[in-house]
């Protein structure tokens, strides 16, 4: 299989991904226009923006096969989850290097990826953190016999050009888009690639890195870009940090559309606390980018 839309069609992503009008019972919202991208429909595997990350990485390799490729994620990444699958799914051998020791709690990402044949290295927190130093990554590479190294969440100059395809696929012209921030390649692409002038592009932080996530997507963006900030007050006390009011949150808000606490739920709560703020101009319109998260549905 050498090009990606048969790729995407194999695979039945649902793409375009939908745009849909967003009714929340939420102060405020009535004197705005809301609206949502469900990234989180494309797959329930390749988890919404995961698909968008990875797919100019992936490309390349299709008709030249690179040998194996080597990731980095936690042990509940939706990243790892995501590329794990397309490997298996594209024949290409993936090693996952995980932050912390899990042989004795496996989690349901790395149950996954042990069934599709993924060789998995538990490194400490402290090696972990070395994942972007050049020598730590030829001695990564030394070891598991990788060729490809693709980086944490799949966060490269390479992911901007997917992410940015979310804006072509729009129909209407935003006052505000909203999207969560981890490592930094959701937010970068939709920057990159902005073509609404008035748009303001905010990333939600979804952990606490002010001014580090400043730096990644600096980084991370090659051309003098688009206006963007980035919001520093919803991360809820850190990555993953889930409240009683944000568990809460998520459970009323999941017949209007379905949110996990990590990423999808901390952002929704923050766009109803701008909202609350005032923080939108009257009759804007805002755009939510839900970037999936969802629990995988697969059963043994
Ligand atoms: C990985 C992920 C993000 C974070 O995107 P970055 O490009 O790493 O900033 C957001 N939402 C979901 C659901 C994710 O899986």
Request: net charge positive; proline share 7%; charged share 20%.
């Amino acid at each position: 299989m050498t090009d990606l839309s048969a790729i995407a069609s194999r695979l039945k992503l649902q793409l375009p991904s939908p745009e849909l009008a967003f009714r929340p019972p939420w102060q405020g919202a009535g004197t705005l226009q809301l609206y949502v991208k469900r990234d989180d429909l494309i797959h329930p595997l390749i988890s919404g923006n995961k698909w968008r990350k990875l797919k100019y990485h992936l490309a390349p390799f299709l008709a030249n096969p690179p040998g194996r490729l080597l990731s980095f994620g936690g042990g509940h990444s939706n990243h790892l989850l995501a590329l794990g699958y397309l490997c298996q799914q594209l024949g290409l051998p993936l090693t996952a290097v995980v932050r912390g020791d899990y042989t004795s709690r496996e989690t349901p990402c790395l149950h996954y990826l042990q069934r599709w044949g993924v060789d998995i290295r538990y490194v400490s927190k402290l090696d972990y953190r070395r994942r972007h130093e050049p020598g730590y990554l030829v001695q990564l590479k030394a070891q598991t016999g990788a060729e490809q190294i693709i980086p944490e969440g799949g966060s490269s100059p390479q992911a901007l050009k997917g992410v940015g395809e979310i804006l072509d696929e729009l129909s209407h012209d935003y006052d505000y888009i909203l999207a969560p921030i981890a490592s930094g390649g959701t937010l970068a692409g939709l920057i990159q690639s902005a073509k609404q002038p008035q748009a303001k592009i905010i990333g939600v932080a979804m952990l606490k890195g002010e001014g580090y996530l400043e730096s990644l997507v600096g980084e991370l963006l090659r051309a003098p870009a688009h206006d963007w900030q980035i919001s520093h007050e919803y991360h809820g006390g850190g990555y993953a940090k889930v409240t009683q009011e944000l568990t809460a949150f998520c459970q009323a808000m999941g017949p209007l559309v379905p949110l996990e606490p990590v990423y999808s739920g901390k952002l929704f709560m923050a766009a109803r606390d701008m909202l609350a703020q005032g923080r939108f101009a009257p009759h804007s319109r805002v755009l939510l980018l839900h970037t999936g998260g969802l629990p995988c549905p697969l059963s043994n």
